[in-house]
């Protein structure tokens, strides 16, 4: 099992930045691929970020690319998103995941990840 616990979240004006933390234990997740999704009430999980661990690559989604960064420590098993240039529709709740089965195209789908942190929350004022 791991265990998931996300930090960093807050209130921000738009064009600042955020530095969310997702912390993982119970087990490494160095040899898992790590993803960052976010909600708003009454909507689905939206794909945020992802940083696969066969390859180190990272891919985003489109309403992100360009601002926020995904990266990872693996010495302490932690995992981050770096948010710049935040504006007011980036305001959600941000989970942190880990592991997703599935094919390797599938990251972006919330159903294919096997364990989430309790979210963060992200306010952007304008």
């Known amino acids: 099992q791991v265990q998931l616990v996300e930090s960093g979240g807050g209130l921000v004006q738009a064009g600042g930045s955020l530095r969310l933390s997702c912390a993982a234990s119970?087990?490494?997740?160095?040899?898992?691929?790590m993803g960052w999704f976010r909600q708003i009430p009454g909507n689905g999980r939206e794909f945020v970020a992802v940083?696969?661990?066969?390859?180190?690559?990272?891919h985003y989604g489109d309403s992100v690319k360009g601002r926020f960064t995904v990266s990872r420590d693996n010495a302490k098993n932690t995992v981050y998103l770096q948010m710049n240039n935040l504006k007011p529709e980036d305001t959600a709740v941000y989970y942190c995941?880990?592991?997703?089965?599935?094919?390797?195209?599938?990251?972006?789908?919330?159903?294919?990840?096997?364990?989430w942190g309790q979210g963060t929350q992200v306010t952007v004022s304008s």
């Open positions: 995941a880990a592991e997703f089965s599935g094919s390797a195209g599938s990251f972006d789908s919330a159903e294919s990840w096997n364990y």
């Open positions: 119970g087990r490494t997740v160095s040899g898992k691929s």
């Open positions: 940083h696969l661990f066969w390859n180190g690559n990272t």
